[in-house]
């Protein structure tokens, strides 16, 4: 990487050579002119990947691209006998990426000879229709997000940007997502990195995260500062504050980054000294229990001169989840939004305990905050987003009839950014230059062609969500509910997800627990004041250590 020239570019180079050496051998027979002649079409591909700027892997990867190109091509002939199935994922399948690539670039999506799924193996989906479709006008669905306490609501597109950060992603990721956003009138999530320059390039609506290193927002990282909050959350542009308390990718894990990697341009982001190690602690400082945190949002809140204010989790412990709901039953005050991400997610680098096997899933996630708001008589004052693996509009339908209110999605949007799943976001040698502080490879990264492409990806899965809408005899995804999507559960019983899971009545919290394990388990001894666990459990921790 230290080279002047990378060896990404050697086969350009050594078909430059050969070009030169067989035009000065050019009468030496038939031979030596062929392999001028195939020399000389690699220099002109060479040339031509450099030159274009559609293809960010060909600018980067000259002449090597096309061998990924060509496998990609054979690859459906060839994929039961070298590759794996092509709704294997891993983490991603080959038909959840070329859905992704094919609605960025507006190039068809439809698929001849019927499906490839085994509609008989247990956890098939699908949707119900209707006998009498529906007409709907428009793809752009929206939800205002504002509760009573907010002055300056706003009306967020169902399909978002999910948390990326300035540092994980490349300058030209940022740029291209943020005018992709502008395009398509939805929002994009700064993550907890700051708002930085990049996002605010070309005015796309922004989410901003605060995280617990508070980056942004802080005296250093981990000490959060009012004044600097203040300067950057009442921008226009700024258009709702989400406080992130946890991650799917890695829940309850703090994060350095060494102090060798904290430039001038890092450090002017995220607030803190230049050339000293930037810690995100595993929790916050400015709050240490469920009535603080909601404390904290109603602060935040009015410094942001009354933006939507919420916060984000992914669920672990219950009982922690039940004492801030029962903190707003104490306190009165609400979260505008609560956002919900899946242990299944995740854009950059985490350890593999952390990836597979930490933190609920997102449809167990969101059933247990969906129902805790229902049965507490709040869901209507509180909206829900959610985020983990939403790439088509069949995930979109799927986890707003378990009760999200939007989605957002990260991986989905750095597909369409160009994303090829490498799975080398953690080594800073991202081949697209999307997961890279590599200039030499970000900067060919073309923002104007994968602005439109991430533009063209929103709005192309709203329109395929529109169909599903139209057919299912409904007018706007908020009517979808758990009746609408069957799932197989064996290989002769289906199940409704309205069946499958059990879904709590309006107010049933406040006339006692209810037949629900979770809720039976844990309910009644969550604290508003403390996220301590139950006395039975830290009796049981106690007697171990005895």
């Known amino acids: 990487m230290g080279t002047l020239l990378p060896a990404r570019y050697l086969p350009l180079l050594l078909s430059l050579a050969v070009l030169i050496a067989a035009l000065a051998a050019w009468e030496h027979g038939l031979a030596v002119r062929s392999l001028a002649l195939v020399a000389g079409f690699l220099v002109a591909v060479g040339i031509a990947d450099l030159l274009q700027r559609r293809s960010t892997l060909r600018r980067n990867y000259p002449i090597l691209a096309h061998i990924r190109f060509f496998f990609e091509f054979v690859r459906p002939m060839l994929r039961q006998y070298v590759v794996e199935s092509d ?108 708002l930085s320059s990049y996002h605010r390039e070309n005015g796309g609506d922004i989410c901003w995260e605060l995280g617990s290193g508070y980056f942004g927002a802080c005296e250093r990282a981990g000490t959060f500062s009012e004044e600097k909050f203040v300067e950057r959350a009442r921008l226009e542009q700024v258009k709702m504050i989400e406080i992130k308390l946890s991650q799917g990718a890695k829940p309850g894990h703090g994060g350095v980054l060494p102090a060798a990697k904290v430039n001038a341009e890092i450090a002017a982001t995220r607030g803190v000294p230049m050339g000293e190690d930037c810690i995100s602690p595993a929790r916050h400082s400015a709050f240490d229990t469920p009535v603080g945190l909601l404390e904290f949002v109603a602060r935040l809140r009015k410094l942001s001169g009354g933006k939507p204010t919420g916060f984000k989790l992914a669920i672990g412990h219950p009982w922690e989840w039940f004492g801030i709901a029962k903190a707003m039953q104490a306190t009165g005050i609400r979260p505008d939004f609560i956002v919900v991400d899946g242990g299944e997610g995740g854009t950059g680098a985490a350890p593999l305990e952390f990836s597979d096997h930490v933190g609920a899933p997102l449809r167990e996630a969101l059933m247990l905050v969906h129902n805790t708001l229902v049965g507490l008589d709040l869901r209507g004052e509180i909206r829900i987003g959610a985020s983990g693996k939403v790439i088509t509009a069949m995930d979109l339908a799927r986890t707003l009839a378990l009760g999200a209110d939007w989605c957002n999605a990260a991986r989905g949007f750095m597909f369409a950014l160009g994303c090829i799943q490498s799975l080398s976001c953690h080594t800073d040698r991202c081949p697209t230059g999307i997961a890279t502080q590599d200039a030499r490879r970000w900067k060919r990264l073309d923002v104007p062609d994968k602005s439109a492409r991430v533009a063209a990806f929103h709005r ?87």
Request: hydrophobic share 35%; aromatic share 10%.
């Open 460 to 546: 192309n899965t709203l329109l395929a969500l529109k169909d599903l809408i139209q057919a299912s005899g409904l007018k706007h995804p908020s009517e979808l509910g758990p009746e609408h999507v069957i799932r197989r559960v064996s290989s002769n019983e289906v199940r409704s997800l309205a069946t499958l899971y059990r879904f709590l009545e309006p107010g049933e919290l406040l006339q006692g627990v209810p037949e629900h394990a979770v809720f039976q388990r844990f309910w009644n001894d969550a604290r508003p004041d403390s996220f301590a666990p139950p006395p039975k459990i830290a009796a049981r921790r106690a007697s171990k250590l005895r």
């Open 87 to 194: 709704n294997e994922e891993v983490p991603f399948s080959q038909v959840q990426r070329a859905v992704v690539y094919q609605r960025a670039k507006s190039v068809t999506d439809v698929r001849a000879f019927g499906s490839e799924l085994d509609v008989y193996a247990e956890r098939y989906e699908w949707v119900n229709h209707s006998i009498a479709p529906s007409i709907v006008e428009t793809h752009d669905f929206r939800v205002d997000v504002g509760g009573r306490d907010c002055t300056r609501p706003y009306r967020a597109s169902v399909f978002n940007i999910s948390a990326m950060s300035f540092g994980s992603l490349s300058p030209n990721a940022i740029r291209a997502l943020n005018e992709g956003a502008r395009r398509g009138g939805f929002y994009h999530d700064t993550g907890e990195g700051s």
